[in-house]
């Protein structure tokens, strides 16, 4: 897998939970440099992190995702609306 940002490990943590080990050796990355995307990702509440043993297992958290996907739909139920304005218009000329 070619590396290109922390959406790569997004992707990778919509699949599973996984070590920061994990995520740096699938992405091909240094260790430290995993840890600082990982980090930012953290920090902006994209993740959590769970401590077990000596090991960090990060996972994604889906409220940022469920607030992402809620945003458009206020836009989808507006242009249905005027949508269903249209037709009736139509079904009147």
Known sequence: MIYFGNEQIVE???ESP????EIAERLGLRQPQASKHLRVLNQSG??????VAN????KLRPEPFKELDAWPE???R???DRYDRLD?????L
């Open 12 to 14: 990778l943590l919509h």
């Open 88 to 92: 009736d218009y139509l079904l009147r």
């Open 18 to 21: 996984l070590t920061v080990g």
């Open 46 to 51: 994209i993740v959590e992190v769970q401590a």
């Open 78 to 80: 507006m242009w249905e």
């Open 55 to 58: 090991r960090r297992i990060y």
């Open 74 to 76: 206020s836009y989808r």
